[in-house]
C-alpha cells in the first residue's frame, strides 16, 4: 500500500522556467511533509518542509504548496537551474506522534532534468 | 558538525551470506533510522533505534535487523541474503522535536 505517491517518475524543463513537482498522499493523519533532493552516489538532503496547519511554505527558489483536502502537495522551483537537476523525494509522516521521529514514508521519486 | 557517516560504501556479497552495515549518526542525535533504497521503489523504512530501542519498524522480513549501541551509533544487518536486496541502504539521525532527517551517504550492497 503506497500511502505517498509521485506518479511522474520523471520531468524536464528548461533552464529559467518553472518546475512542479507533484505528490499525493493516502493517509490523512500525516501532519508534516517534506521534499528532499538526492544526487547519485550521495544521501538525500533536506530541501524544504510543510505543516499540515499551513498550505504554504517559500523558501528562496523553492515553494511548498499544501492541498489537504485533495491530499496533494507539490513543490515549485522558481527559477529552475542545471544544478536542479536531481531526483526529488516527497515524505509524510505523523509529527505530532513524538515516537515517530525517524519515520518517513517516501514517495517513489522525480527525476528532474533542467536544461541549460 | 560532522554529518552522519556510513561506512562501508561499497561492499559485495553473494546469496547466502550476511551483512552488517555501520552508522554513525550527528552528534547529540539519538534516533537513527534505515532505509531501503532499490530503483522505483523509493526509499523504503526499516527499522528506527532511539536510545538502543526499536521504536519503530517497517514490512521487511526478519533477515532484516538492527541495533544500537549506549553511543548512538547502530548497525543493520541482514542475513541469508538475497539477489532482492541488492539496494543502497540509508541511515539517517533525527534530533528532538524535528521532523527532519539527516541522511548519510548510504551503503550500496550488491548480491551476486
Known amino acids: 500500500d503506497q500511502q505517498v505517491k509521485q506518479n511522474s517518475p520523471s520531468l524536464s524543463v528548461q533552464e529559467g522556467r518553472i518546475s512542479i513537482l507533484n505528490c499525493d498522499y493516502t493517509?490523512?493523519?500525516?501532519?508534516?511533509f517534506l521534499w528532499y533532493k538526492k544526487y547519485p552516489a550521495e544521501g538525500p538532503t533536506f530541501l524544504i518542509s510543510?505543516?499540515?496547519?499551513?498550505d504554504k511554505n517559500e523558501d528562496g527558489r523553492f515553494t511548498v504548496f499544501l492541498n489537504k483536502s485533495a491530499k496533494h502537495l507539490s513543490l515549485h522551483i522558481v527559477p529552475s537551474q542545471p544544478g536542479d537537476s536531481a531526483v526529488y523525494f516527497c515524505a509524510a509522516s505523523r509529527l505530532g506522534d513524538s515516537s515517530n521521529t525517524g519515520k518517513l514514508i517516501f514517495g517513489q521519486g522525480t527525476t528532474l532534468q533542467v536544461k541549460p | 558538525k560532522a554529518g552522519v557517516t556510513q561506512t562501508p560504501r561499497y561492499l559485495i556479497k553473494t546469496r547466502g551470506q550476511q551483512v552488517t552495515l555501520s552508522c554513525s549518526p550527528i552528534?547529540?542525535?539519538?534516533?537513527v533510522s534505515w532505509y531501503q533504497q532499490t530503483p522505483g521503489q523509493g526509499l523504503q523504512f526499516l527499522f528506527e533505534?532511539?536510545?538502543?530501542?526499536?521504536?519503530n519498524k517497517g514490512n521487511f522480513p526478519g533477515r532484516f535487523s538492527g541495533r544500537q549501541f549506549s553511543n548512538s551509533r547502530s548497525e543493520m544487518n541482514v542475513s541469508t541474503l538475497e539477489l532482492g536486496d541488492s539496494a543502497l541502504y540509508l541511515c539517517?539521525?533525527?534530533?528532538?522535536?524535528?521532523?527532519?532527517?539527516?541522511f548519510g551517504e548510504g551503503s550500496r550492497l550488491t548480491v551476486l
Open positions: 539517517a539521525s533525527a534530533g528532538p522535536n524535528t521532523g527532519e532527517l539527516f
Open positions: 533505534y532511539f536510545s538502543e530501542t526499536q521504536r
Open positions: 552528534s547529540g542525535h539519538r534516533s
Open positions: 493517509n490523512s493523519m500525516f501532519d508534516y
Open positions: 510543510i505543516s499540515s496547519i499551513k
